[in-house]
């Protein structure tokens, strides 16, 4: 029997962050299956769409890759404003900020107002690094260190998939409770929510550490929407300004059967 139909979702605002093209473990196929499902009035890249650090090593292309390129950069041409803001590791088109192609505009940073007038500061996060330093092992989380736990990663869930178990995140099991560990991610997003709030927004919304978070945090708004390696994940705005973050390797599937029983479109 056929599939029926792909369910559609849409929504106000889609920010995405850190899927790491040209990386071997970049989860492409995961992405299109949310950027064929979820369709935004603007799209917000918040860096590292590319990895050119890891492709000046070594270059894991597939298809799947060149068509998670030509659905971000297709939604440009089909109406969708789609903001581009550089991460440190493709920090090489930070030298095009500002710059305007149609519907999809490069900058630095970027000032995001929702539907419910929330003004969030929009930016990679590579410039909290300095303000959470904590060993030289927290230093390593986005090279080789991470990269070996990411590799360790695959096998271990290439093991649970032919038990039958669903997918199971080494990196973030680290992270929850590596003392180092811990302490890095409470630094850094304390300083990212006091920058939002020293500069007069209501809230900041980041990626960079590859830990999806969305809470109240020195009284502002902290929003991490996390990556496309591991955690899977996008901050969404509803019409109506609400701000979710999705798990889209745990709930994409929920959510599209939702979507095509009319309430979560309609919703959104």
């Known amino acids: 029997m056929s599939p029926g139909p792909r369910p559609s979702i849409h929504v106000r605002t889609a920010f995405i962050s850190d899927i790491h093209l040209g990386s071997r473990d970049c989860r492409a196929d995961l992405l299109l299956d949310f950027l064929h499902t979820v369709h935004a009035d603007e799209l917000i890249l918040i860096g590292d769409i590319l990895d050119i650090e890891s492709m000046r090593r070594s270059v894991h292309w597939t298809q799947a890759h060149t068509d998670v390129l030509r659905a971000l950069l297709g939604r440009s041409r089909h109406g969708t404003r789609v903001i581009y803001v550089p991460g440190n590791h493709d920090a090489s088109f930070r030298d095009l900020c500002p710059s305007n192609f149609g519907q999809l505009h490069i900058e630095r940073e970027y000032v995001h107002q929702t539907a419910a007038g929330l003004r969030l500061l929009v930016t990679h996060g590579d410039e909290f690094d300095g303000a959470v330093k904590c060993s030289r092992w927290l230093a390593s989380l986005?090279?080789?260190?991470?990269?070996?736990?990411?590799?360790?990663?695959r096998g271990l869930n290439g093991l649970r998939r032919l038990r039958g178990h669903g997918y199971w995140s080494l990196a973030s099991f680290l992270k929850e409770r590596i003392g180092n560990a811990v302490e890095y991610v409470r630094r850094f997003e304390t300083a990212a929510a006091e920058t939002a709030r020293a500069?007069?927004?209501?809230?900041?919304?980041?990626?960079?550490?590859?830990?999806?978070?969305?809470e109240e945090r020195a009284g502002v708004l902290y929003c991490n929407d996390g990556d496309w390696v591991d955690s899977c994940s996008v901050i969404i705005e509803r019409r109506t300004g609400a701000l979710e973050l999705w798990h889209w390797a745990d709930a994409g599937r929920q959510l599209a059967g939702a979507a095509a029983q009319g309430g979560l479109a309609s919703a959104a």
């Open 142 to 153: 986005g090279s080789g260190l991470y990269d070996f736990i990411l590799a360790l990663n």
């Open 199 to 214: 500069r007069g927004f209501d809230g900041i919304v980041c990626g960079h550490i590859h830990r999806p978070q969305l």
